[in-house]
């Protein structure tokens, strides 16, 4: 620890941080605009002065950037001094001079950074008339809006979008004070991080253009913690809502998980909540034309008494989008033994395995932040950036690992950022990547492999044995393997912190036992090494816990068609799924056409719901509260942010209700029962009901208020209805209200429903609940660890190591293409994301494109497993030879792949 003296009084810091760092971790407020807590200091904006003094004699002292100058033990300074107050005042003149007076109409109005530090800094008069300096507006794309005259040459942009997301298409443009923070022409900002920039960004320059489409000011958002969605990692998201409409994402700071930023896909995703596709009212089967008709909720619970009769044999379907709660509603309802967790037998397959090995292993598996230090990684079959977009982020940051020791050697403080990056250069550390095609991380690694997912598990079997030589050695092993995997090995067995990576994506049992023969190899010599699976779903893990992990298939999907063929099934239960995603079309329809009764709870109109006797409407993400477990097994809450109109509530509620129907009642009223009953009948779970505090808790006999204290407009909303202002709804399942009324103060970290503290409206408020600066939030990030490595005494690796690939000659071997915009089952409905969403297509090798005379943008006819796709063909040269890519986009829903398949040219 340094001891500081601030305007003549010791305070005690911690090592190693800057001036600025220290006064904000103290409490103080001192103006700035380039620094971040994840990018550093730069020195650019001059805002941040402080006056430093030699010693506590000298009295004149000297002005210094204070996010550029280190909080030495003993430094003296002062955050008040006349001096040095007119000088931050004279930065903000000079900034505002060519600033445009369009507060009032400004997307960032409200929680505006400049707009907080104008008035901390005491600025309030323009003393100049004359015309300001103007520039042209872009056009980026379907997710930001961009205004570029609010621009005060800050560099944060830049400085996110190149150097930490790295994204090539903005950058500055001009010198002096003729600079431009854009495109080289108007287009589609690429980098899949891009929606960052309305958070960066201090000003009103970057906004949010889906928010713009149905603006809300932002002191009239309604809002709650939550959890992203739309893939595996659980990012921590803040969903606003005004006039029973969702109206954006933000980022919930999350210092183990996403930390300061999300992907466009979980922050422009979310407007399936919206979509005209929502399932509002419960529906029944009209027995005379066929058609699904809205009921009353008292009429479709009579409906599910005669279905759901004692002794009914009813199976339940779950799914992995839904929360542990709703999925245990299920579970209770139906059993244990007729619970099928929805998910290919493929899927579910590789699911078991993954949580077998995490759990029986004994590598640790990593958090987001976790990877982000990690100093060497091995990613085996998985393309991180379209998957599990954040991972992908993290590991751009782990690159700079090995090479900041070099910044160390040269004493040079860490987060020094222009100097850091000036000695680091281009040097990158350690990243390996074997895939079956390209990725967008290959820009970054130092080697890259593709192969098809065979070989992608022998060249992971063949870096085990390089580790260690009781390790399975692989047969017949190219001569082009043998050094390549010896260079991995050398890298990952000399790094303190070494990563694999693996995943769900090339569908291969086999390259997740050679990811974790890999891990276990380095486990003997080193406790630090790490294992992180790419899971498909947002609750892909918990979904799998529940299930028990079993590895004998006797719970998938197939299973549950069988006993319906079978005829041993009078009614199924499908939550939040739509079965023809999961499995063949055909099998999908034969399912629908032998099961008696088919009844779904969703909250979307989809396939399956269309085939249902009973549809009953689900709540989203936004309009419920629940637990989703993610990628790391880390258990996080998520709650409802506004009520929704009609007939929708959340899964667990109309399975609790469908049970009293039919004569089981269970005593839930509410969130906190059910968690009491799933840690009591599951063990894995009973630490889940400690992640948030209970619904009956309260800070000073008060909830935690989701409205802002300048929420308005309470009266008018509902003026059609009355001019009197209506009671809030009740919120039973958490210490949250409906209301601007409640606790003002800082919550507990897994309620925090929004980042303000007096004077500070931006989300730079963040830095105001944390422990330290870029630290853990006020009584520990939020989540709970379900799952930690448990083997004691002498490792047993897989042994099965597959044969090398063989091409076929008339078929190619398909694998899947996953895209960060179209993969995803609910944002794709999100118009934004629609836009981005490519068509389907056929990807093959340069090679095998000139053995079938395929040219680019060929109009190609592909057979998989008896059905037929004409599709446009795209010639990929990553691809190996015999392998071909078929995306997973709407449109080649449930297909199991890998698969061979027959390919030619459109007749």
């Not at 002292?61 to 909080?71: L, Y």
Request: net charge neutral; with cysteine.
């Amino acid at each position: 620890m340094a001891t500081i003296y601030i305007d003549n009084k010791p305070y005690e810091v911690k090592d190693g941080q800057n001036l600025l760092q220290a006064c904000l971790f103290l409490g103080f407020n001192i103006p700035y605009f380039c620094w971040h807590p994840a990018m550093h200091s730069v020195g650019a904006c001059r805002q941040c002065a402080v006056k430093q003094f030699r010693d506590e004699k000298d009295t004149r002292g000297k002005i210094v950037m204070s996010c550029m100058t280190p909080a030495a033990d003993g430094a003296r300074i002062s955050i008040d001094d006349p001096e040095v107050k007119e000088f931050r005042a004279s930065v903000i003149e000079w900034l505002m001079l060519n600033h445009p007076h369009d507060c009032p109409v400004c997307d960032e109005g409200g929680e505006c950074h400049l707009q907080d530090m104008t008035v901390m800094t005491g600025h309030s008069y323009r003393r100049t008339r004359f015309r300001k300096r103007t520039h042209r507006n872009q056009c980026l794309g379907p997710f930001l809006n961009h205004e570029m005259n609010r621009c005060i040459q800050c560099y944060r942009c830049v400085r996110f979008y190149c150097d930490y997301a790295g994204g090539r298409d903005l950058n500055v443009f001009g010198s002096h004070h003729h600079v431009y923070f854009g495109r080289y022409e108007d287009g589609i900002l690429e980098n899949e991080f891009s929606g960052n920039l309305v958070e960066v960004c201090p000003t009103g320059v970057f906004t949010d253009k889906t928010l713009k489409k149905h603006y809300t000011r932002k002191w009239d958002l309604q809002t709650a913690p939550s959890v992203c969605v739309h893939c595996g990692l659980g990012c921590n998201t803040i969903p606003g809502e005004r006039y029973g409409k969702l109206r954006r994402i933000l980022n919930r700071y999350n210092g183990e998980v996403n930390g300061y930023f999300l992907c466009d896909r979980g922050r422009f995703g979310y407007e399936f909540v919206n979509s005209k596709e929502r399932i509002r009212e419960p529906l029944i089967r009209n027995k005379d034309n066929g058609a699904l008709e809205p009921a009353s909720e008292e009429r479709v619970l009579g409906h599910l008494s005669n279905i759901l009769y004692f002794g009914a044999k009813v199976i339940g379907i779950g799914s992995p989008r839904a929360s542990l709660e709703a999925n245990f509603a299920l579970r209770t309802l139906v059993g244990p033994e007729r619970f099928f967790p929805g998910i290919s037998e493929k899927e579910h397959q590789l699911t078991s395995a993954a949580i077998e090995i995490l759990r029986k292993g004994p590598a640790r598996t990593p958090s987001l932040r976790d990877v982000a230090l990690s100093d060497a990684v091995f990613i085996l079959g998985e393309d991180v950036i379209n998957t599990a977009p954040l991972l992908g982020l993290a590991l751009r940051q782990s690159v700079r690992q090995k090479p900041m020791e070099m910044v160390k050697r040269l004493n040079i403080p860490l987060w020094d950022d222009a100097a850091a990056r000036e000695v680091i250069q281009h040097e990158k550390g350690p990243l390996f990547i074997a895939a079956t095609h390209g990725t967008k991380l290959d820009e970054i690694a130092a080697r890259t492999y593709n192969g098809s997912p065979d070989d992608l598990a022998r060249l992971g079997f063949a870096v085990a044995h390089a580790l260690d030589p009781s390790a399975p050695a692989v047969p017949d092993i190219g001569e082009d393997l043998i050094p390549l995997a010896q260079s991995i090995a050398d890298s990952l067995k000399s790094a303190g912190s070494p990563l694999i990576i693996s995943g769900m994506s090339t569908g291969s049992e086999a390259v997740l036992h050679a990811a974790a023969t890999i891990v276990w190899a380095l486990c003997r010599d080193n406790g630090n090494a790490a294992l992180s699976f790419v899971m498909n779903e947002c609750n892909s893990i918990g979904l799998g816990l529940m299930s028990g992990g079993s590895m004998n298939g006797a719970f998938d999907l197939n299973k549950a068609f069988d006993l319906v063929e079978e005829g041993k099934v009078d009614a199924a239960i499908v939550l939040e799924n739509d079965l023809y995603r999961r499995e063949d079309r055909e099998k999908a329809e034969r399912f629908f056409e032998r099961c008696k009764h088919v009844i779904v709870i969703d909250h979307l109109f989809n396939n399956t719901a269309a085939k249902a006797e009973v549809v009953l409407p689900a709540g989203t993400f936004a309009e419920s509260d629940g637990t989703l477990v993610n990628n790391e097994g880390r258990a996080q809450r998520f709650y409802q942010a506004f009520v929704p109109e009609g007939g929708i509530q959340e899964s667990w509620r109309w399975l609790r209700d469908a049970m009293t129907a039919s004569r089981r009642p269970v005593q839930w009223q509410s969130l906190d029962h059910v968690l009491s009953a799933m840690a009591n009948e599951m063990p894995v779970f009973r630490t889940v009901a400690e992640i948030a505090p209970p619904a009956g808790f309260r800070i000073a006999g008060q909830k935690i208020p989701r409205q802002p204290h300048r929420y308005s407009g309470r009266t008018s909303i509902h003026a059609n209805i009355s001019v009197h202002e209506q009671k809030p709804p009740d919120d039973s399942d958490s210490a949250l209200s409906f209301s601007m009324e409640g606790y003002e103060g800082m919550p507990p970290a897994p309620f925090i429903t929004r980042f303000w503290s007096p004077g500070w409206n931006s989300v730079q408020a963040v830095n105001k609940f944390h422990c330290e600066v870029g630290g853990p939030l006020h009584g520990a990030d939020p989540g709970k660890r379900l799952m930690e490595p448990t083997v004691s005494g002498e490792i047993s690796y897989f042994q099965k190591v597959p044969q090398a690939f063989e091409p076929r000659k008339d078929e190619l071997l398909m694998v899947p293409l996953h895209h960060i915009f179209g993969s995803e089952e609910l944002s794709v409905l999100s118009p934004a994301i629609a836009e981005r969403t490519p068509k389907p297509y056929l990807a093959i090798s340069r090679e095998d494109a000139g053995r079938l005379q395929v040219d680019q943008e060929s109009e190609l006819e592909i057979v998989i497993s008896g059905r037929t796709y004409r599709l446009r063909g795209i010639i990929n040269p990553s691809l190996p030879r015999g392998v071909a890519g078929l995306p997973v986009l709407a449109g080649l829903e449930g297909i199991t792949l890998p698969a061979w398949g027959r390919v030619g040219r459109k007749a």
